[in-house]
């Protein structure tokens, strides 16, 4: 019995090796099956020999179960060495791969259509050839079970499930997984796993030339703007047909009082309409948005506003109602077939704030103690906090603004503020300057009013008595004068 196994056994290593049709690797292949086989038949023997001397009292239960343990590993070593022989030769292709925009927001999905190629390392007449025990009891390892199948750009998976589960995949069957795109990108590697074995492609992703509509992407689809001030939305549009189109493009749900414009980022030029030649599968816009000076009734400060940049083909630019565009809904805007995207705006009020004096020169002794009277007032559209009046007055001048606090100040309101004026002892004759402006906080941004210069001219204090006398001096020179002109007059 062993020289028949190792007459078997140069028999298939002299046919292996000269098969004109095998190649180096199927030779192995081929070997360490073989020697997997033979094993297990010896173990198989050995197994029913003991159970004859078992039988008849010439060996113990011991022995026996010794070499039927060693025929359950031999056959769990044939199973594991046939199933790696199979698996090592499975192969997955890539029969489709298309990259679409699910529905109508910008979601990019790719659509993956995969292909158990494998071809049996062997055919059934090899096999049988081989005299391989029991093989017929294996299960069909040619069929793929638990495909794993994710998409990755470097070590990075970028699909959403990370990983779609195909639960079972037949010699030439085809099976078609549906992975959102986390990452918009045209080049992708689609990762295969299944039992230990792992599989790799790097693709570039076909576009769905069936879709008619455009997608329009953003990276910051919510901004914020200053009331009467503007703000720039960067977008891509982009189709995936392999003919020209133009769209024409335009907003719906904007409150009537913004405008808006539409810019090639390029050239700097306005548009209103694009085309997409073929070959050209995107094309950059900017939409800037002009918001108006005050708030109305469509439109409020802080509160977001919620509007469609939509870009309509030329087979469908005479339905579209253009004129009544900016009070479509999302749901009205559903039953055109046009490309839309959604935008948001929030207006920020402006804050602006004004000072004015009611007097800006006084004329002062050092005794003196005036008052500047002084009224901020808030010009712009937003709420104002903190109100200060701030003083720079001259050297040891003192001067304390009232109110020192306004907490709060309201569009159009306006409020007094008195600041005394007190002069040092020290002060000289001549003017001096004291340099007023008011601040606020709009939300947590600082603003400062115009700065205010009241003058104050410092005189000497009037000696009154020594003016008195000066007086009665003049009107008694002037007394005699006349007096000594009368009495010439009479001569």
Same mark, same amino acid.
């Given at each position: 019995?062993?020289?028949?196994?190792?007459?078997?056994?140069?028999?298939?290593?002299?046919?292996?090796?000269?098969?004109?049709?095998?190649?180096?690797?199927?030779?192995?292949?081929?070997?360490?099956?073989?020697?997997?086989?033979?094993?297990?038949?010896?173990?198989?023997?050995?197994?029913?020999?003991?159970?004859?001397?078992?039988?008849?009292?010439?060996?113990?239960?011991?022995?026996?179960?010794?070499?039927?343990i060693a025929y359950e590993q031999a056959m769990i070593?044939?199973?594991?060495?046939?199933?790696?022989?199979?698996?090592?030769?499975?192969?997955?292709?890539?029969?489709?791969?298309?990259?679409?925009?699910?529905?109508?927001?910008?979601?990019?999905?790719?659509?993956?259509?995969?292909?158990?190629?494998?071809?049996?390392?062997?055919?059934?007449?090899?096999?049988?050839?081989?005299?391989?025990?029991?093989?017929?009891?294996?299960?069909?390892?040619?069929?793929?079970?638990?495909?794993?199948?994710?998409?990755?750009?470097?070590?990075?998976?970028?699909?959403?499930?990370?990983?779609?589960?195909?639960?079972?995949?037949?010699?030439?069957?085809?099976?078609?997984?549906?992975?959102?795109?986390?990452?918009?990108?045209?080049?992708?590697?689609?990762?295969?796993?299944?039992?230990?074995?792992?599989?790799?492609?790097?693709?570039?992703?076909?576009?769905?030339?069936?879709?008619?509509?455009?997608?329009?992407?953003?990276?910051?689809?919510?901004?914020?703007?200053?009331?009467?001030?503007?703000?720039?939305?960067?977008?891509?549009?982009?189709?995936?047909?392999?003919?020209?189109?133009?769209?024409?493009?335009?907003?719906?749900?904007?409150?009537?009082?913004?405008?808006?414009?539409?810019?090639?980022?390029?050239?700097?030029?306005?548009?209103?309409?694009?085309?997409?030649?073929?070959?050209?599968?995107? %094309?950059?816009?900017?939409? !800037? /948005?002009? #918001?108006?000076?005050? @708030?109305?009734?469509?439109?409020? +400060?802080?509160?977001?506003?919620?509007?469609?940049?939509?870009?309509?083909?030329?087979?469908?630019?005479?339905?579209?109602?253009?004129?009544?565009?900016?009070?479509?809904?999302?749901?009205?805007?559903?039953?055109?077939?046009?490309?839309?995207?959604?935008?948001?705006?929030?207006?920020?009020?402006?804050?602006?704030?004004?000072?004015?004096?009611?007097?800006?020169?006084?004329?002062?002794?050092?005794?003196?103690?005036?008052?500047?009277?002084?009224?901020?007032?808030?010009?712009?559209?937003?709420?104002?906090?903190?109100?200060?009046?701030?003083?720079?007055?001259?050297?040891?001048?003192?001067?304390?603004?009232?109110?020192?606090l306004i907490k709060i100040l309201e569009p159009g %309101?306006?409020?007094?503020? !008195? /600041?005394? #004026?007190?002069?040092? @002892?020290?002060?000289?004759?001549? +003017?001096?300057?004291?340099?007023?402006?008011?601040?606020?906080?709009?939300?947590?941004?600082?603003?400062?009013?115009?700065?205010?210069?009241?003058?104050?001219?410092?005189?000497?204090?009037?000696?009154?008595?020594?003016?008195?006398?000066?007086?009665?001096?003049?009107?008694?020179?002037?007394?005699?004068?006349?007096?000594?002109?009368?009495?010439?007059?009479?001569?």
């Amino acid at each position: 019995m062993p020289l028949f196994r190792l007459l078997l056994l140069t028999v298939l290593v002299v046919w292996a090796l000269l098969a004109p049709a095998q190649t180096g690797d199927q030779q192995k292949k081929l070997l360490d099956l073989q020697k997997a086989n033979l094993s297990l038949m010896e173990a198989k023997r050995q197994l029913r020999l003991n159970k004859v001397l078992l039988d008849g009292g010439l060996v113990g239960q011991e022995e026996y179960e010794k070499t039927r343990i060693a025929y359950e590993q031999a056959m769990i070593g044939y199973q594991e060495t046939y199933i790696s022989v199979l698996t090592k030769s499975a192969y997955l292709s890539i029969e489709k791969a298309v990259k679409y925009q699910a529905g109508d927001n910008a979601e990019k999905h790719a659509r993956i259509t995969i292909k158990n190629s494998s071809s049996p390392p062997f055919t059934d007449e090899e096999l049988k050839a081989l005299d391989l025990a029991e093989w017929k009891t294996l299960v069909n390892f040619n069929q793929i079970r638990n495909l794993h199948v994710s998409l990755k750009i470097g070590n990075t998976i970028i699909s959403q499930p990370y990983e779609a589960i195909i639960d079972k995949l037949d010699q030439g069957e085809e099976a078609t997984v549906d992975l959102a795109l986390l990452k918009d990108q045209d080049e992708v590697t689609v990762a295969l796993a299944f039992a230990d074995v792992k599989q790799e492609r790097t693709i570039l992703l076909q576009k769905d030339t069936t879709a008619e509509r455009v997608s329009i992407t953003t990276k910051q689809f919510s901004q914020e703007a200053d009331l009467g001030g503007k703000t720039v939305y960067s977008l891509t549009l982009e189709r995936y047909s392999g003919t020209e189109d133009t769209y024409k493009l335009g907003l719906a749900g904007q409150p009537d009082s913004v405008q808006f414009e539409f810019g090639d980022p390029a050239s700097g030029n306005r548009i209103n309409q694009i085309q997409l030649i073929k070959g050209t599968s995107q %094309k950059d816009v900017n939409l !800037t /948005l002009f #918001l108006p000076e005050r @708030p109305d009734e469509q439109l409020n +400060t802080d509160k977001p506003i919620a509007f469609f940049l939509v870009a309509v083909g030329k087979s469908m630019v005479k339905d579209f109602p253009w004129k009544e565009a900016g009070k479509l809904s999302e749901a009205e805007l559903s039953k055109f077939k046009a490309g839309r995207l959604g935008l948001e705006i929030i207006p920020r009020g402006k804050g602006e704030l004004e000072l004015r004096a009611q007097e800006m020169y006084f004329e002062i002794t050092k005794e003196d103690r005036p008052t500047a009277v002084l009224y901020v007032k808030n010009r712009g559209t937003r709420a104002l906090s903190n109100v200060q009046l701030v003083a720079e007055l001259p050297y040891e001048w003192e001067g304390k603004p009232s109110p020192d606090l306004i907490k709060i100040l309201e569009p159009g %309101k306006e409020e007094k503020i !008195t /600041l005394p #004026l007190i002069p040092s @002892p020290a002060s000289r004759v001549g +003017t001096s300057q004291d340099r007023v402006k008011a601040k606020a906080l709009t939300q947590t941004t600082p603003i400062e009013s115009e700065e205010k210069i009241i003058q104050c001219h410092v005189v000497r204090k009037a000696n009154w008595l020594a003016t008195a006398l000066l007086i009665l001096a003049l009107v008694g020179l002037v007394v005699g004068i006349v007096a000594y002109g009368v009495r010439i007059s009479r001569r």
